[in-house]
């Protein structure tokens, strides 16, 4: 299914999006809401307390998230208490609250989680509460659904483009950088014959598995492609262009142009291997653009979009993962929660936390100033203007164990133990569908 397709039907499991290019709705409607909602606020919030349990403010500047949050307290009287924590804590912290119901009011969201928590009915549905606040569903650049309802909205999105080392690409002899499959083929041909760098690189580390996502299914989403059925459920088989890209990603290998080790490789081997120039292209994310600068400086790196299969046309997909938001089904003050979410998602607000944050806004009407920002990020930004932003593992049902079983079936693909891309895959969908049933 191609990802016009998905546009214009939607799914009932995992992201709505919305066409990041040529969105300039108007933002008057959205100044009228948010004034009402805080017109609503101020007589009504005073004395109400919400905690708002996330990793960002671990990884913004100190005190930058205390002071976003101060802003929506002067302007309503509802006061937000932080529970700031890693990641990997906020994760453990947000599933025991999920299973004993003390879930922090509002809570910051990864979309491998969404699906285990709305089918636990541990997070509200957001569909009735912007339909109860009459909120304008046009701005928001993606919504996390299950079964046909919102339950994370994102708030700032982290893009994955294509990396590229250019004073690799100028050893061996490639004049531009490549946009097609042919042309990234005949890139790492020339590379690996020139050079002492491998061409491309991906982690395929089992216990941190998201080189299937944000790696291996690049190649997919970038042309347009989808792992899923129009309802959502998995689409590994009958597949041509899935299948079409498995054969593509394994000519990679067969014919040498892959950094070797991958089956112990994490995300952040991959940066270091491209930081030290032993590999010419990396898709990850610009979030490691100031990583690269601060290692290596004097790397003349590139981003580009992800190449696409060599007949294709249309808009190319690219691979976001995002901080969401939610709010959980057992809080106090649903109202005041969704005032919140609302203030955080407000264009002024939302291209606040953008800036800060290293990241591109949730809402679409968002105008960041990124010219103080390294010229990489600039170059990302416009293009993912360009691109679909796109991830269908968000929402999915235990989406990091579909990961792990695409990769197992993927790596006994790679060494001969499974004949053929339809044969893995289809092993690999019996093993998915177990999770959707």
């Not at 879930?103 to 636990?120: E, H, N, R, T």
């Not at 249309?314 to 929660?337: F, K, L, Q, R, Y």
């Not at 800060?356 to 103080?372: E, L, M, R």
Request: glycine share 8%.
């Amino acid at each position: 299914m191609k990802l016009s397709t998905i546009m214009k039907k939607g799914i009932a499991i995992g992201v709505v999006g919305a066409m990041v290019a040529g969105l300039a709705a108007c933002g008057g409607n959205d100044a009228n809401n948010n004034a009402s909602a805080n017109n609503e606020a101020n007589s009504s919030g005073s004395g109400v307390t919400l905690q708002f349990q996330q990793w960002w403010g671990v990884e913004m500047p100190d005190g930058a998230l205390e002071k976003i949050c101060q802003g929506f307290t002067d302007d309503t009287g509802i006061k937000i208490e932080l529970l700031s924590n890693p990641y990997a804590d906020t994760k453990d912290q947000l599933f025991n609250g999920a299973s004993t119901g003390t879930m922090a009011d509002v809570v910051g969201l990864d979309g491998s989680w969404v699906y285990d928590f709305a089918k636990q009915g541990s997070i509200a549905n957001l569909t009735e509460l912007m339909s109860n606040a009459g909120y304008d569903t046009s701005q928001l650049g993606d919504q996390v659904q299950v079964d046909g309802a919102t339950y994370m909205i994102p708030i700032a999105n982290f893009p994955y483009p294509m990396f590229v080392n250019m004073d690799i690409l100028e050893e061996a002899g490639v004049s531009e950088i490549p946009k097609t499959w042919t042309e990234f083929t005949d890139a790492c041909k020339a590379i690996t014959e020139k050079t002492d760098a491998a061409g491309w690189i991906i982690g395929l580390n089992e216990a941190t598995p998201s080189g299937i996502q944000n790696c291996f299914m690049s190649w997919l989403w970038a042309s347009g492609g989808s792992m899923l059925t129009e309802d959502g459920k998995p689409n590994l088989t009958n597949n041509e262009d899935l299948t079409k890209t498995t054969e593509y990603v394994k000519s990679l290998f067969d014919n040498g142009y892959v950094a070797e080790g991958v089956a112990s490789k994490k995300e952040s081997d991959m940066v270091q291997d491209f930081i030290n120039g032993r590999v010419a292209f990396m898709f990850d994310s610009l979030a490691h653009c100031t990583m690269i600068r601060e290692e290596n400086p004097d790397l003349n790196a590139q981003v580009a979009k992800v190449p696409v299969m060599d007949d294709f046309t249309g808009t190319s997909g690219m691979d976001v993962a995002n901080w969401g938001i939610g709010i959980s089904a057992n809080t106090e003050h649903p109202e005041e929660a969704w005032q919140f979410v609302e203030y955080l998602l407000s264009p002024e607000v939302n291209a606040q936390i953008a800036e800060i944050a290293n990241a591109f806004p949730g809402n679409v009407n968002a105008k960041p100033d990124y010219s103080q920002t390294d010229e990489l990020f600039q170059q990302c930004y416009e293009l993912y203007q360009e691109c679909t932003p796109i991830n269908e593992f968000t929402g999915l049902p235990t989406s990091e164990e579909l990961m792990k079983q695409f990769n197992q079936q993927f790596q006994l693909y790679l060494d001969g133990d499974t004949a053929s891309a339809e044969d893995m895959l289809s092993a690999t969908q019996a093993q998915w569908e177990t999770a959707f049933q």
